[in-house]
C-alpha cells in the first residue's frame, strides 16, 4: 500500500461496546496477552505475566515514567455560580496552564472561576488554537498539593466509572509529573514482574514523554497524511541512551512498552539508529511505510478502530496482519482500550530460558 493510498477507512474494525473495559482488573499482570507474529501474522494467547518467557537477556525494555496528574478540576463560574470543567493539558508557566474547558463558548478571556469553596482560583486569559484555554490560577500554598486535593485522574471519555483508586491509572514506575494520561501499555506491570525480568538479565530503560489528551484525538481527515498530530514533550536521559544503544550494538532487540515509548526514542533517534541524551517536543505521526530506526518489538493494549495509535502499530507489523489479530482479539473477547488487555508484536515467539 502506498502512503497516497492511506486511508481512515483502512484502518476500521468492527468492536462491541461491550468489550471496552470500564474497571482496572485486581491483578495487574493477570491480564491477558496476545502475541503477534510480525512476520509471519501468527496470533498465540497468553496471560501477561508470561511475557518474561519471551523476554531475552540483553534485551531492552523501553518505558515510560511519566506520571499522570489529577488534571480534571470541576468548579464553578464566579458570577453566575454555573457548573464548569476545567482539564489541564500542558503547564505554560509558573501558575499559567493550557487547559480545556467545558463548557467552552461562554469560556472568554476575564472569565473568572472558583473551585474547591475557594481553594483554587482562576482566570481566563486567552482563547488558544483548536480552542483550549490560557488560565492562570490563584492560591495558598503548593499547587501540587492543592490539585491533589481537588483534581480528578482524566480517564479517557470512553471510560464512564468512577475509579475507586487513583492509583490504578497510574504505571508502578511513574515519576515525573506531566501527563494528561496515563501510557496504558505499562499499566500491566507489577514492582514483581519488573524485578524478575531484571534478574533474567533483561536492561530496563526508562524514558519521560507527557502524554497529552492529543492522544485521544480522532483523525478527521480521509487521507490519513493530512492529520494534524499533538506536540507532546519529551526526555531521555544518558543512561537510557546509553542503554538503549548497548542493546542494538550487541544484536538484542530493543522492546518498548507502549507507543508513547515507540515515539519518544524514534523521534530522537539519528538516521543511523543512535540515541543521546536530549530533550525536546515530538509531533512524530507513525504509520506503515515508516522505517523504525530503534524499536524492534512493541508491548501495547488494544486501541480505538482509526486511530493514530492502531496506525502505528500497523507500522510495524502490517496493516492486514494486525487487522486479522484485533479480529481475533474481538472473537476471543479481549479487554480493550486503556484499563484492557495487552498485545506482544515480536519477530518470535521463542522462549528464552532463565
Same mark, same amino acid.
Given at each position: 500500500?502506498?502512503?497516497?493510498?492511506?486511508?481512515?477507512?483502512?484502518?476500521?474494525?468492527?468492536?462491541?461496546?461491550?468489550?471496552?473495559?470500564?474497571?482496572?482488573?485486581?491483578?495487574?499482570?493477570?491480564?491477558?496477552?496476545?502475541?503477534?507474529?510480525?512476520?509471519?501474522?501468527?496470533?498465540?494467547?497468553?496471560?501477561?505475566?508470561?511475557?518474561?518467557?519471551?523476554?531475552?537477556?540483553?534485551?531492552?525494555?523501553?518505558?515510560?515514567?511519566?506520571?499522570?496528574?489529577?488534571?480534571?478540576?470541576?468548579?464553578?463560574?464566579?458570577?453566575?455560580?454555573?457548573?464548569?470543567?476545567?482539564?489541564?493539558?500542558?503547564?505554560?508557566?509558573?501558575?499559567?496552564?493550557?487547559?480545556?474547558?467545558?463548557?467552552?463558548?461562554?469560556?472568554?478571556?476575564?472569565?473568572?472561576?472558583?473551585?474547591?469553596?475557594?481553594?483554587?482560583?482562576?482566570?481566563?486569559?486567552?482563547?488558544?488554537?483548536?480552542?483550549?484555554?490560557?488560565?492562570? &490560577?490563584? !492560591?495558598? +500554598?503548593?499547587?501540587?498539593? #492543592? %490539585? $491533589?486535593? @481537588?483534581?480528578?485522574?482524566?480517564?479517557? *471519555?470512553?471510560? /464512564?466509572?468512577?475509579?475507586?483508586?487513583?492509583?490504578?491509572?497510574?504505571?508502578?514506575?511513574?515519576?515525573?509529573?506531566?501527563?494528561?494520561?496515563?501510557?496504558?501499555?505499562?499499566?500491566?506491570?507489577?514492582?514483581?514482574?519488573?524485578?524478575?525480568?531484571?534478574?533474567?538479565?533483561?536492561?530496563?530503560?526508562?524514558?519521560?514523554?507527557?502524554?497529552?489528551?492529543?492522544?485521544?484525538?480522532?483523525?478527521?481527515?480521509?487521507?490519513?497524511?493530512?492529520?494534524?498530530?499533538?506536540?507532546?514533550?519529551?526526555?531521555?536521559?544518558?543512561?537510557?541512551?546509553?542503554?538503549?544503544?548497548?542493546?542494538?550494538?550487541?544484536?538484542?532487540?530493543?522492546?518498548?512498552?507502549?507507543?508513547?515509548?515507540?515515539?519518544?526514542?524514534?523521534?530522537?533517534?539519528?538516521?543511523?539508529?543512535?540515541?543521546?541524551?536530549?530533550?525536546?517536543?515530538?509531533?512524530? &505521526?507513525? !504509520?506503515? +511505510?515508516?522505517?523504525?530506526? #530503534? %524499536? $524492534?518489538? @512493541?508491548?501495547?493494549?488494544?486501541?480505538? *478502530?482509526?486511530? /493514530?495509535?492502531?496506525?502505528?502499530?500497523?507500522?510495524?507489523?502490517?496493516?492486514?496482519?494486525?487487522?486479522?489479530?484485533?479480529?481475533?482479539?474481538?472473537?476471543?473477547?479481549?479487554?480493550?482500550?486503556?484499563?484492557?488487555?495487552?498485545?506482544?508484536?515480536?519477530?518470535?515467539?521463542?522462549?528464552?530460558?532463565?
Amino acid at each position: 500500500m502506498e502512503k497516497k493510498e492511506l486511508k481512515k477507512s483502512d484502518f476500521y474494525f468492527d468492536l462491541p461496546q461491550e468489550l471496552i473495559a470500564q474497571d482496572p482488573i485486581k491483578d495487574r499482570s493477570a491480564s491477558r496477552l496476545l502475541m503477534l507474529n510480525k512476520e509471519t501474522g501468527a496470533v498465540e494467547h497468553h496471560i501477561f505475566h508470561e511475557i518474561t518467557e519471551y523476554l531475552c537477556p540483553g534485551d531492552c525494555l523501553v518505558l515510560n515514567d511519566t506520571k499522570v496528574i489529577p488534571a480534571r478540576l470541576m468548579g464553578v463560574r464566579e458570577d453566575t455560580g454555573a457548573s464548569v470543567e476545567v482539564l489541564l493539558l500542558k503547564r505554560k508557566e509558573n501558575d499559567m496552564w493550557e487547559t480545556l474547558v467545558k463548557p467552552g463558548k461562554k469560556a472568554r478571556p476575564g472569565m473568572r472561576l472558583v473551585f474547591g469553596d475557594g481553594l483554587l482560583h482562576a482566570e481566563v486569559l486567552e482563547i488558544l488554537e483548536e480552542g483550549n484555554r490560557l488560565i492562570r &490560577f490563584a !492560591y495558598e +500554598g503548593i499547587f501540587e498539593e #492543592v %490539585l $491533589d486535593k @481537588l483534581g480528578e485522574m482524566p480517564l479517557p *471519555p470512553y471510560i /464512564t466509572h468512577k475509579l475507586e483508586d487513583k492509583n490504578r491509572y497510574q504505571t508502578v514506575y511513574a515519576r515525573y509529573e506531566g501527563s494528561a494520561a496515563a501510557p496504558t501499555a505499562g499499566l500491566h506491570f507489577t514492582r514483581q514482574l519488573l524485578d524478575e525480568i531484571e534478574k533474567k538479565g533483561v536492561r530496563i530503560a526508562y524514558v519521560t514523554l507527557h502524554v497529552g489528551l492529543g492522544t485521544f484525538r480522532p483523525v478527521k481527515t480521509d487521507n490519513i497524511l493530512e492529520h494534524h498530530m499533538h506536540s507532546e514533550y519529551y526526555q531521555i536521559t544518558k543512561e537510557a541512551a546509553d542503554q538503549i544503544n548497548a542493546a542494538k550494538e550487541s544484536g538484542h532487540r530493543v522492546i518498548c512498552v507502549g507507543t508513547t515509548s515507540c515515539r519518544t526514542i524514534e523521534s530522537a533517534a539519528d538516521e543511523n539508529g543512535k540515541l543521546r541524551e536530549c530533550c525536546g517536543n515530538t509531533q512524530i &505521526f507513525i !504509520y506503515p +511505510g515508516y522505517r523504525f530506526k #530503534v %524499536l $524492534d518489538a @512493541l508491548i501495547t493494549n488494544f486501541h480505538l *478502530p482509526e486511530s /493514530t495509535l492502531v496506525m502505528l502499530v500497523s507500522a510495524l507489523a502490517g496493516r492486514e496482519k494486525v487487522l486479522h489479530a484485533y479480529e481475533e482479539a474481538v472473537r476471543e473477547r479481549y479487554r480493550f482500550f486503556s484499563f484492557g488487555d495487552a498485545m506482544f508484536v515480536t519477530d518470535s515467539f521463542t522462549k528464552y530460558a532463565e
